[in-house]
T-cell receptor
Framework: KQEVTQIPAALSVPEGENLVLNCSFT??????LQWFRQDPGKGLTSLLL?????REQTSGRLNASLDKSSGRSTLYIAASQPGDSATYLC???????????????FGKGTHLIIQP | KAGVTQTPRYLIKTRGQQVTLSCSPI?????VSWYQQTPGQGLQFLFE???????NKGNFPGRFSGRQFSNSRSEMNVSTLELGDSALYLC??????????FGPGTRLTVL
């Protein structure tokens, strides 16, 4: 059974710092890995999707890497801002089953606070 | 392009009742998945529908069911509600490359 772990569970840093969030998974047979952010009481916003054949993806100040063989992914946030405060979730999907979506397995998330 | 929409946004029910939640996926997306989010268990996969057929199911009791219509809209139903069913229920629609896009969720409170 796939298990996803995110470290740290919570993180508070001053504005402007660069930071790294970690995600590890136990079964390397994944189809892709997706990073989300969730604001309190809201749904999930997709940040980055990394296919299993890719090593990294970038979007603005965000960069996500994937090392499938070691079961690890990192989300790098550059020049953090107070608006980045949210819970960040990592999720992996199982191998492709022939069309459509398979259930994602989520980590418990990293609660991030950026101090102004 | 409009995002995933869910109705209602909030629901309060009592134990033993049943509830139906609705989800409209992004236009053109044929796959809809449902998740339950609670503080203790985090996000857990309920089931996924593709072209009106349930293709995958998570580890939830039979009280949780769903369906998908020909226009890809989906509903999930929970019968005989229990206190532990209080949660945020999230719907996601999937692109062809399996990137999932989530709606705002329905907050269900069972009293």
């Amino acid at each position: 059974k796939q298990e996803v772990t995110q470290i740290p569970a919570a993180l508070s840093v001053p504005e402007g710092e660069n930071l790294v969030l970690n995600c590890s998974f136990t079964d390397s047979a994944i189809y892709n890995l997706q990073w989300f952010r969730q604001d309190p009481g809201k749904g999930l916003t997709s940040l980055l999707l990394i296919q299993s054949s890719q090593r990294e993806q970038t979007s603005g100040r965000l960069n996500a890497s994937l090392d499938k063989s070691s079961g690890r992914s990192t989300l790098y946030i550059a020049a953090s801002q107070p608006g980045d405060s949210a819970t960040y979730l990592c999720a992996v999907s199982p191998p492709w089953s022939g069309g459509g979506a398979d259930g994602l397995t989520f980590g418990k998330g990293t609660h991030l606070i950026i101090q102004p | 392009k409009a995002g995933v929409t869910q109705t209602p946004r909030y629901l309060i029910k009592t134990r033993g009742q049943q509830v139906t939640l609705s989800c409209s996926p992004i236009s053109g997306h044929r796959s809809v998945s449902w998740y339950q989010q609670t503080p203790g268990q985090g996000l857990q996969f309920l089931f996924e529908y593709f072209s009106e057929t349930q293709r995958n199911k998570g580890n939830f009791p039979g009280r949780f069911s769903g369906r998908q219509f020909s226009n890809s809209r989906s509903e999930m139903n929970v019968s005989t509600l229990e206190l532990g069913d209080s949660a945020l229920y999230l719907c996601a629609s999937s692109s062809r490359r399996n990137e999932q896009f989530f709606g705002p969720g329905t907050r269900l409170t069972v009293l």
